[in-house]
């Protein structure tokens, strides 16, 4: 079984950053790619950045391309997320999850595993 933490949301001021993280349990965690999803209340969950099993590869929703930067550290079963000039509409609940395969996908029904989320909330 494998579980994800995530961790690092908060509340910030529009114009700022945060870094989010998310911890996996398990020995696998090399051979997955991961992704970020948010979902606010009342929408569905989106697809935000995805990495790969080896970090060398990023695909970003249009959203948050150029403010956002996914990243991962496969000694430590770690993947993070990098928010800087943050807008109010990126208020939401952010979920780390990992793909069912080595290569990233967009969308939510490529994820086997999911955190239990982190809130992030942006004042103007």
């Known amino acids: 079984q494998v579980q994800l933490v995530e961790s690092g949301g908060g509340l910030v001021q529009a114009g700022g950053s945060l870094r989010l993280s998310c911890a996996a349990s398990?020995?696998?965690?090399?051979?997955?790619?991961m992704g970020w999803f948010r979902q606010a209340p009342g929408k569905e969950r989106v697809f935000l950045a995805a990495?790969?099993?080896?970090?060398?590869?990023?695909y970003y929703a249009d959203s948050v391309k150029g403010r956002f930067t996914i990243s991962r550290d496969n000694d430590k079963n770690t993947v993070s997320l990098q928010m800087n000039s943050l807008k109010p509409e990126d208020t939401a609940v952010y979920y780390c999850a990992r793909a069912g395969s080595r290569y990233y996908h967009f969308e939510v029904k490529q994820y086997d595993y999911w955190g239990q989320g982190t809130q992030v909330t942006v004042s103007s």
């Open positions: 990495i790969n099993w080896s970090g060398g590869s990023t």
């Open positions: 398990g020995r696998t965690f090399g051979s997955y790619a």
